[in-house]
């Protein structure tokens, strides 16, 4: 039998813990006085049942998906001219050469090169994307 095609519901499952067998109390031939072992240990076997039944809940998301990773690696390698907007509104012309977790290394044509840290980046898009000043206004 193939267990990937069996899929159980949460119907079956609340089912299947409502057929359980209930434990039976144990008396010792007395009349049971105050909490005692039994009682603690019954206790206990209900907690553990209930603890098979419950579903497994969904694991979150990863926190990193690597999309900024394969960005940078796609742009690097086709020599790509960006647009870099800092924070304050200063825009960077050039290649992506390097990056790492916290800086950029632009390769600029008439310029010197720059280490740009990310955290005074604003966004980045590719030059040929840029839209004249004529039709902005």
Do not use: C
């Amino acid at each position: 039998m193939n267990r990937k095609l069996i899929r159980t519901t949460l119907a079956e499952v609340k089912g299947k813990a409502r057929e359980a067998p209930q434990s039976r109390e144990r008396t010792n031939g007395g009349a049971q006085r105050g909490p005692s072992s039994d009682g603690v240990r019954e206790a206990s076997q209900r907690a553990a049942q209930q603890a098979v039944v419950q579903v497994r809940k969904r694991t979150p998301p990863p926190t990193e998906t690597n999309a900024e990773i394969f960005y940078y690696k796609k742009q690097i390698d086709a020599h790509t001219p960006m647009v870099i907007v800092l924070l304050d509104g200063e825009e960077i012309e050039g290649t992506i050469e390097w990056y790492d977790r916290g800086a950029l290394k632009v390769n600029r044509k008439a310029e010197p090169n720059l280490l740009v840290l990310k955290r005074n980046i604003k966004y980045m898009y590719k030059a040929d994307e840029r839209v004249p000043q004529a039709a902005q206004q």
